[in-house]
């Protein structure tokens, strides 16, 4: 099996809509954090320039990594692209997608456009970001398709979104079981006391970053076989 991670928004996120930002970070701490693992890394986002500083840290830990454009609303790009990384790294074991926050906003404020824009732009890059690696990732024996979202507001997109992701994701690990797929969900929250009561603060940026990529390695390593179906909350320590 090819240790190979595809990143979906390594720039500015998973949609061609979607702002830049906290995405960035992510998507930049997580592929370090695979690469020390020992995963070869492909960043794969609409402007191709913006994986080029995370491709040089990761090659300066010794693993491979590559830079592709990809239109993630587009389904030919989307093929295209993941054929590209095929043919130069291997077969991928693991799709990380990464969704930025898209607020603020609420209904009353909200254009027909904007709408659009921020919850189904970024639903249609995930799917097709996990259609299009399901036949080389089963070729390779399965692997792990991992959502990131910075989506923890309760703005109308952002609540929007990180739902209709905690549907895809339950649904997506019953389907694709019989391949040895796994599918997790992670977004931010605020710590959980024992008593399951929210307490404390909401992540910053950096800390959501760090602590979603510890998450990622953990979920992409053997302990985790077992798992699948997860919408994990990642909140400040």
């Known amino acids: ?27 930049a701490e997580a592929a370090r954090a695979l690469a020390a693992d020992g995963l070869d890394v492909a960043l794969l986002d609409a402007d191709a320039s913006a994986g080029a500083a995370t491709a040089a840290q990761v090659e300066s830990l010794g693993r491979r990594a590559m830079t592709v454009r990809t ?11 993941i054929e590209q990384v095929c043919a130069h790294l291997g077969d991928p074991s693991v799709l990380l997608s990464v ?9 009353p404020a909200l254009s027909p456009q904007q709408w659009t824009d921020t919850t189904a732009v970024p639903l249609r890059a995930v799917f097709l970001a996990c259609q299009a690696v399901l036949d080389p990732m089963a070729r390779n024996g399965g692997g792990r398709l991992i959502t990131i979202a910075d989506t923890a507001g309760a703005e109308t997109e952002n609540a929007t979104v990180r739902s209709a992701l905690e549907g895809l994701t339950r649904t997506l690990a019953l389907e694709l079981a019989p391949l040895g797929i796994t599918a997790h969900l992670l977004t931010a929250s605020r710590p959980v006391d024992q008593l399951g009561t929210r307490a404390g603060r909401m992540p910053t940026a950096a800390e959501f970053s760090r602590q979603a990529a510890r998450t990622v390695t953990m979920l992409t390593g053997a302990t985790a076989d077992s798992l699948s179906g997860q919408a994990l909350r990642v909140g400040a320590l």
């Open 99 to 107: 969704v930025p926050a898209a607020g603020p906003g609420q209904l």
């Open 1 to 27: 099996m090819s240790q190979v991670a595809i990143i979906a928004g390594a720039g500015a996120g998973a949609g061609a809509g979607a702002g830049a930002g906290a995405g960035t970070d992510t998507a």
């Open 71 to 81: 239109d993630w609303t587009d389904t030919a790009s989307a093929g295209a692209a």
